[in-house]
Each structure stands twice: as C-alpha cells, then as structure tokens.
C-alpha cells in the first residue's frame, strides 16, 4: 500500500507503480463520492492546512472537499490577510504553522520549486498544488484518472496537448505522469508559445493544430497563461483563436470522435469556443469530479490513512 514517494511536488520521476496505486485508490474513493454520505474516517487525527499564495477555484476547494470527505481537520491559509503583508518570509509562516501540528501541507506558490523548499524547513508531508510554471501533479492525475476512465488504458493512447506549453505547469506534470504510463505525447502551439529543447522529454512538436487534432484519441487544451508572460508572444487573440482554437467547425471537419479535457479555468472563444467546451466530446466537469477523488487517494497515501 506504501507509495515509494514521501512527498508530492511534482510527477517528474514518480514511476509507473507509484501512479497506478494512486489512480486505484482514487476509483475506490469515485465510489465514495457517489454515497449518499461521501465521507469516510479514514484520515481521523490528521491536520492538513492549504497554503495558497495564488489565486484558485478548482484545486484550492477540490483540495479541502477531499481532505473534509477523508475526515481531516483543515485549515486554510490565504497570502492576502496574513503577516506575509508585515514582512514575514515564507520559511517563518510555515515553521510557526507547522509548530501547530500539522500533518501536511498543501501548497500552491507562484515561485518554480517552493513546494520542495518547504521541506528544508518542516517534517509534514508536502504536495505541491502548482508551483508557478514548474509542475501541478494532482492536476495531471485528475486529467489522466479522467483519460483512464474514458478509454481504459492510457499506454498507446495518443494525447495532444494544445496552447501555451511554455508558461503552463499543467503541461509539464501531464508529459511526465502521461510518458510513465506509455502514452503518446504531442505538443501544439505557436512556436513562441513551445519551451525550447521540451522534445527531449520524448514529445512530439506540432505547429498546425488541425494535424495535431489528426493524431490525437484525446486533446487537453491550455489557456493563455496571460499572467505569466510578457507582451508580444502572439500577434492577437482574434489570429490565436483562429489558429489554434477549438471551434464546433474544426471539431466536424475532423469526422471522428475527439476527447476533449481542459484544466480551466477556461477562456471560452479563445482556446475553446463555448459549444464543444459544452458539448458532446468535453469531459471537462468529469475531469472535476475525478479531482476530489484522486486528490483524496493522494492524501491518503502520503499522509497515512487507515
Ligand atoms: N486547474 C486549476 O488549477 O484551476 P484553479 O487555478 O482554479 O485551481
């Protein structure tokens, strides 16, 4: 039952057994949330306090919802109206939290590498839920548990990942855990918008999203991470849309079934027109739901449920 990870600060190197044990116990946990009564006393005791540093919908009440449904006490901690104002570092707010007795620490941080920071500075158990552009592991497991559940299998499984690779951790913990498990990577986008030398991760590159859309079973689109890159990246939204949106038109030229997943939150008439993010190919609101589960099996596992 026993991860070989202590921590989850990214899906960089996390090995195929790990993942697997992790997508099981989250279709354990589907079931739960299916009860009438969706909790369980499985993590009785523990304390789990959810740092955000930057602002979230889905994973930040994704994140509580699971930790109240596996019976933790939670605590929930927002950078705007604490002492960080006052000048406090990030090392003194996490010893003084953590001199509380906390049992884990759920971080999201705009800064690359903050998650596994903390861990020089307190012994709980670290997940890291977005760390700026660097990596967002439970989101790459909700969108492959989502990919899992839809096809049965990801290994041979074609996945194209579309839209601003460069600024996006989403990306990134997507190619590793979606590599790990033998799928098929493609990545899509303006050239601008695709991190240099990323094919050594074992991807391919594609410019035309329509030949992207061709290789793909399923296709996991990106917003324009507008509040990580500077100007001039993409001559207009109006050109991006054209070339690189995903329109009820491109989606009936393709004559074949297209899974579609976006991570929201979602920019409706620039990477997805509002008729496929609502239509018949969009798995988006499962992806969702399959975040609570799988976000109760990584907590489970790491901080020791019974
Ligand atoms: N997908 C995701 O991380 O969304 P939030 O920023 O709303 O948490």
Do not use: W
Not at 144 to 151: A, D, H, T
């Amino acid at each position: 039952m026993n991860l070989s990870i202590k921590h989850l600060y990214g899906l960089e190197g996390v090995p195929k057994e790990d993942l697997t044990q992790i997508f099981d116990t989250a279709f354990s946990f589907r079931e739960v949330l299916e009860r009438p009564i969706k909790r369980v006393p499985t993590l009785q005791g523990k304390t789990i306090v959810n740092l955000f540093f930057e602002n979230s919908t889905r994973t930040r009440i994704s994140f509580e919802l699971a930790e109240k449904r596996l019976s933790a006490d939670t605590v929930n901690f927002s950078a705007s109206g604490s002492s960080l104002s006052k000048g406090e570092s990030l090392k003194d707010t996490i010893q003084n939290l953590y001199a509380m007795k906390m049992d884990a620490i759920v971080m999201r941080h705009p800064v690359p590498g903050s998650a596994k920071l903390l861990s020089q500075f307190v012994n709980a158990v670290i997940i890291n839920a977005g760390d700026g552009t660097h990596e967002h592991p439970t989101q790459a497991l909700l969108d492959i548990m989502s990919l899992k559940e839809k096809f049965g299998k990801i290994e041979g499984l074609n996945v194209a990942i579309v839209g601003d690779i460069r600024h996006s951790r989403v990306a990134l913990s997507n190619i590793f855990g979606l590599k790990a498990l033998g799928a098929n990577v493609a990545l899509c986008g303006p050239p601008t918008f695709i991190p240099y030398g990323v094919e050594s991760l074992g991807v391919k590159i594609m410019y035309n999203l329509d030949e992207a859309l061709q290789f793909a079973d399923a296709v996991n689109l990106l917003r324009i991470q507008r509040e990580r890159q500077g100007k001039g990246l993409i001559p207009s939204l109006r050109e991006y849309r054209n070339l690189y949106g995903m329109t009820r038109e491109r989606l009936e030229n393709l004559k074949k079934p297209l899974t579609i997943l976006h991570p929201g939150p979602i920019n409706r008439g620039v990477e997805i027109d509002s008729d496929v993010a609502d239509g018949d190919y969009s798995i988006i609101l499962h992806q969702v739901l399959n975040g609570v589960a799988v976000r109760m099996a990584v907590l489970f596992l790491l901080v020791g449920g019974k």
